[in-house]
């Protein structure tokens, strides 16, 4: 596990593709990093609905780490004890959400603060890069939901 992490921060850091993304497409690889990160500490669900589309390396690099991403966060900041990841292909769109139970935040809180919370803001930029949209929905007690959805565009497929 500290071999895979200490891998994945270099290629994060790079921002250079990723082994989990070698041949297979985005469910696949997410099934792949949500087992990798939870490694049973956490039960993580991963639902897919709607026909699987071959999508770009980069979109899928992308959504890969904004997944990572919102995985991370669940376990290391808000205690979750359980997170469900769903994608969902749609016609026009693709829509990415990572659900937990934690403990949750103020998201008036973050708002507030100019500085720091990079992950929120890294994620918010890696959806801006494929031309989708992220929001975060946050409570204190209530847990968290990061979604991202996304146009499927000619661009988006490989």
């Known amino acids: ?10 290629h994060v850091v790079w ?6 993304l070698n041949g297979v497409e985005l469910p ?4 792949k990093m949500a087992t990798m ?3 049973g500490a956490v039960p993580l669900e991963l639902i897919v609905s709607g026909p699987a589309i071959a999508l770009s390396s980069t979109y899928k690099h992308h ?11 669940a376990i290391r900041h808000a205690s979750a004890k359980r997170i469900q ?11 990415l959400k990572v659900s ?15 500085f720091g919370h990079f992950g929120l803001r890294g994620m918010h930029e890696r959806a801006v890069k494929f031309g989708g949209a992220l ?16 146009p499927l565009n000619p661009q988006s497929f490989s």
């Open 1 to 10: 596990m500290v071999s895979f992490t200490r891998r994945e921060v270099q």
């Open 15 to 20: 921002d250079i593709g990723t082994p989990l």
């Open 28 to 31: 696949d690889a997410l099934r």
């Open 37 to 39: 990160l939870a490694s």
């Open 63 to 73: 959504l890969l780490r904004i997944t990572q991403e919102a995985i991370n966060n």
């Open 85 to 95: 990841i769903t994608l969902t292909y749609e016609e026009r769109n693709i829509t």
């Open 100 to 114: 937990d139970d934690g403990v949750g935040f103020s998201m008036v809180e973050v708002a507030d603060h100019e």
């Open 135 to 150: 929001s975060v929905m946050s409570m204190p007690g209530g847990g968290t939901t990061v979604q991202v959805v996304a």
